[in-house]
T-cell receptor, first 117, second 114 residues
């Protein structure tokens, strides 16, 4: 069974600084994918970034980048130049393929990020 | 924003009553999912659908059933609600079976079972 571990329940970062949110995973499938989602206090889930297990380069999307270390089974999210609006819960999730296609996601427990002035 | 509407957005009901949550999409996506979110657990998959009338169980399916009679609607039913089903429920959709396609989520339904 797939498992996602986020060991940081809460993190603080100063505005304009970079922050790394940790995510480790466990799977026996050679093909998998990792997603990061943001959940602000308003409650919606916002897709941020994706990394496939066969991707040669680390994914980047604007201020978000993914530090993918396959041998260590880690997929840490890096947010550069933090902004107050980055304060939110962040979830790491792993894709598992299932009957009929589509992507079943297994989520971690999340990291609550607080950006301070 | 993906066209996903969950209804109701909030509901309070009593133990033992049936409850149906609706997810409606305007994106014509094939795949639809129901998750529940509880403190300390992240989101957990309840049921999913890979086409009209094609559904299957997820990780926490006990006590829940689903139906999908049209592409755009995916219903989640609690036949006899229990207090342990108090949670925030999210519907999600995705377009294809391609691995890099993210799931897009509705705004959630906050359900309280008293």
């Amino acid at each position: 069974a797939q498992k996602i571990t986020q060991t940081q329940p809460g993190m603080f970062v100063q505005e304009k600084e970079a922050v790394t949110l940790d995510c480790t995973y466990d799977t026996s499938d050679p093909s998998y994918g990792l997603f990061w989602y943001k959940q602000p206090s308003s409650g919606e889930m916002i897709f941020l970034i994706y990394q496939g297990s066969y991707d040669q380069q680390n994914a980047t999307e604007g201020r978000y980048s993914l530090n993918f270390q396959k041998a260590r089974k880690s997929a840490n999210l890096v947010i550069s130049a933090s902004q107050l609006g980055d304060s939110a819960m962040y979830f790491c999730a792993m894709r598992e393929d299932f009957t009929g296609g589509g992507n079943k996601l297994t989520f971690g427990t999340g990291t609550q990020l607080k950006v301070e002035l | 924003d993906a066209g996903i509407t969950q209804s109701p957005r909030h509901k309070v009901t009593e133990t033992g009553t049936p409850v149906t949550l609706r997810c409606h999409q305007t994106e014509n996506h094939r795949y639809m999912y129901w998750y529940r979110q509880d403190p300390g657990h992240g989101l957990r998959l309840i049921h999913y659908s890979y086409g009209v009338k094609d559904t299957d169980k997820g990780e926490v399916s006990d006590g829940y059933s689903v139906s999908r009679s049209k592409t755009e609607d995916f219903l989640l039913t609690l036949e006899s609600a229990t207090s342990s089903q108090t949670s925030v429920y999210f519907c999600a959709i995705s377009d294809s079976g391609q691995g890099n396609q993210p799931q897009h989520f509705g705004d959630g339904t906050r359900l309280s079972i008293l």
